[in-house]
């Protein structure tokens, strides 16, 4: 198997970004969804932000924070010896941003949704309140939190504006397949287009099959 | 299969896809590890080369069995890309400024600054286009709604077809009616797709494209399209490597890839003919 095509790195790419947004996320949303702080609309409003911003604002951010002249960029060059821009490191980080709100916003929508007399009746029960998330909580909102990462997945897969920009459109590297898609448009390979488009086309639909099911009332 | 055990099944499945990552610490341009040969090359080039780079990449590949990866785009994008760290070897601009702007900006080596080719520009319209313009001052013409050309502001290409509107005495009248392509081939994809009537792009693009046909525009109608290009990895087997690619454009087989795509080399003579048949170069 050639790992370099562009279906394989984006299947890594957005697994990746997939995985760091799930885990994120979903604590994020507990956060939200349980917690009493201070600052916790404004927390929601800037973790929301990539859905409404466009990728490219978020991509002209990304190159001042992770570029090579930045206080990021230089520390991790000193670290790892590649700079993060225009390598897959800057792809992921792009699609974790970018899949991010997705899992937050359904996740704590879920996470909202549990019947609190059931999380009562676990603390009566003895439960310490760790528990009661592992045990009830999160359990009762698997199929919210599943719908949330599976469209991030979706988000994370598609993401093009921001990777462009971060990490830039090179063969065998950077180059994702909605990335691709637009390569071979402007080579005026249309055959390979189609077909690119296409495989990401069965992706979606798939993937909102499943988001449909998942979305469907709580057992 | 109980909730418990499907969320494993995702976890297990967005585990596999991490393994998948961790292999990909190499850096092209470690300099720390003397690999004594160098596998694959990473060249920018202008949208213009697309053709013909990827022809003499092929060669250069049968040849030394070091494999060349292409990222085309605007001279303009590449050489801020350059100038953001990308891991390029290679940056072959169509402008002299885009590689001062790379240089200028610390990266790339002065001394292998060198122009290996001169464009030209034509106006392109597809085959079922009646009566094709036949000079710039044509384009005045109200059928022509909409011309593409490349993007001015990055790209060359762009920047010459500006010049050559305005030393026709166009460009305020068509003005209006100009879209721009993300880089030359993007224009040129506007006029093929038939999202726009014509477009003024780079010979070497209008060789390589079936279903067209051609217009050369006067060379001394805009400022002379001076191709230039710099070296810029700095370990010394991928200097190496990249500099025999360098060498590859301008070796006998190289200039005859380039001069099928209608390219001048420093050397060469004005080439001849004012239009053609667009695919011709294929």
């Known amino acids: 198997v050639n790992w370099s095509t562009p279906f394989w790195l984006s299947v890594r790419v957005s697994l990746t970004a997939t995985l760091i947004a799930a885990v994120v996320g979903i604590g994020g949303a507990y956060l939200l969804a349980k917690g009493r702080f201070w600052g916790r609309g404004l927390l929601e409003a800037m973790a929301s932000l990539p859905i409404v911003m466009p990728p490219t604002v978020l991509g002209y951010y990304l190159l001042v924070v992770l570029g090579t002249n930045s206080v990021i960029g230089r520390t991790w060059e000193s670290i790892f010896g590649s700079p993060i821009v225009f390598t897959v490191t800057g792809a992921v980080i792009a699609a974790s941003i970018a899949a991010l709100p997705f899992v937050l916003r359904t996740g704590r929508a879920a996470l909202e949704s549990v019947d609190p007399q059931l999380e009562q009746a676990a603390r009566a029960a003895g439960l310490p309140e760790r528990r009661v998330a592992w045990k009830v909580t999160l359990p009762l909102a698997r199929r919210g939190l599943l719908a949330g990462v599976a469209l991030g997945f979706a988000r994370a897969l598609g993401e093009f504006g921001a990777t462009v920009m971060v990490a830039g459109n090179i063969p065998g590297r950077t180059q994702t397949m909605p990335i691709a898609v637009y390569d071979a448009t402007q080579a005026g390979n249309d055959e390979r287009a189609a077909r690119l488009a296409l495989v990401l086309m069965g992706i979606a639909v798939a993937v909102l099959l499943v988001v449909n099911r998942f979305s469907r009332a709580a057992p | ?282």
Not at chain 2, 100 to 121: E, M, N, W
Request: net charge negative; with cysteine; hydrophobic share 40%.
């Open chain 2, 1 to 282: 299969m109980t909730g418990k055990a499907r969320i494993a099944v995702v976890v297990a499945i967005l585990m596999i896809g991490v393994a998948a990552c961790g292999n990909d610490s190499s850096s092209p341009n470690d300099a720390s590890k003397p690999p004594p040969k160098i596998t694959e090359l990473l060249v920018a080039g202008a949208s213009d080369l697309r053709p013909a780079f990827e022809e003499i990449g092929a060669r250069f590949t049968k040849v030394t069995g070091t494999h060349v990866t292409f990222s085309f785009g605007s001279s303009g994008q590449l050489a801020q890309q350059v100038t953001n760290g990308a891991p390029f070897d290679v940056f072959a601009s169509a402008s002299v400024d885009h590689v001062d702007q790379v240089l200028a900006s610390g990266h790339g080596d002065p001394k292998t600054k060198t122009t290996y080719a001169f464009g030209r520009i034509t106006i392109w319209t597809s085959d079922d286009t009646e009566n094709p313009p036949k000079r710039v001052s044509d384009l005045r013409d109200a059928r022509f709604s909409t011309i593409a050309i490349a993007n001015p502001g990055h790209a060359p290409y762009g920047v010459a077809a500006g010049q050559a509107l305005k030393t026709a005495d166009v460009y305020d009248a068509v003005e209006d009616r100009l879209v721009y392509g993300e880089n030359v081939s993007d224009a040129l994809r506007l006029a093929t797709s038939g999202n726009a009537d014509v477009a003024i792009v780079a010979l070497s693009l209008s060789l390589a494209t079936p279903d067209g046909q051609y217009t050369l525009i006067p060379a001394k109608d805009h400022e002379p399209l001076e191709q230039a290009l710099v070296v810029l990895a700095t370990a010394s087997n991928r200097k190496a490597a990249s500099q025999e690619f360098v060498a590859e454009i301008s070796s006998p087989a190289g200039r005859r890839i380039m001069s099928r795509y209608g390219f001048r080399l420093p050397g060469d003579k004005e080439p001849t003919g004012t239009s053609g048949i667009s695919g011709g170069g294929v």
